[in-house]
């Protein structure tokens, strides 16, 4: 069997762009990632220093604890709605990174497969039954590959169902002790 230069190129290259590609979402996770704490940071200052003033200005301490009661709740949903941002980065990064990695993993199995294809009509006589073999391995490793990646997203999405529970259980938790 012989693999040509230009084979072992386009093999090359497609890794290089495969890891650059998976380089490049992280960093675009992690950009997203810095601008949402930097906004949330500048965001809890302003609240911060505004809840101070409020609290000042408080008569007496029946006062004080109203305002902090009062506080509390967009505090909270504040806290919700950041989870949910950072969780919709991850969980965008992580789709986007599960695509790449099952392209790869199918352009690798088409050149494993051309590869055998290869071999087997340059083998000796009576290797048939060994590249049968290899084949079937190969089919064993797909299906157990796919189950695998179908278990993955039916557990992504029963988090996804969870999560969105708890942000609804939590925005609405406060509003429930208020009234």
């Known amino acids: 069997m012989y693999v040509s230069p230009d084979k072992i190129a386009a093999s090359s290259k497609s890794g290089v762009e495969a890891i650059l590609g998976f380089a490049q979402t992280q960093f675009e996770a992690l950009e997203k990632i810095a601008q949402l704490n930097i906004e949330s940071a500048k965001e809890a ?5 505004e809840h101070v003033k409020t609290l000042l200005d408080a008569k007496d301490p029946q006062d004080l604890m109203k305002l902090n009661a009062a506080y509390a709740q ?3 949903a504040k ?3 950041y989870s949910k941002s950072v969780y919709d980065v991850a969980t965008s990064t992580q789709a986007h990174v599960t695509k790449m990695i099952e392209s790869q993993a199918a352009e690798m199995n088409r050149t494993m497969v051309s590869m055998l294809d290869t071999i087997a009509k340059n083998s000796p006589a009576g290797g048939e039954a060994a590249m ?11 299906t157990a ?3 695998l990646t179908r278990v993955a997203k039916q ?3 029963v988090v996804d169902v969870n999560f969105a529970n ?9 509003a429930k002790k208020a009234s």
């Not at 200052?45 to 220093?49: E, F, K, P, T, Y």
């Not at 708890?166 to 406060?174: F, G, L, S």
């Open 145 to 147: 590959y796919d189950s």
């Open 74 to 76: 967009p505090s909270l």
């Open 132 to 142: 049968g073999a290899v084949k079937t391995a190969m089919a064993a490793m797909n």
């Open 45 to 49: 200052m302003v609240d911060g220093a």
């Open 155 to 157: 557990a992504a999405e």
């Open 166 to 174: 708890a942000a609804t259980a939590a925005k609405k938790a406060p």
């Open 79 to 81: 806290a919700v709605s």
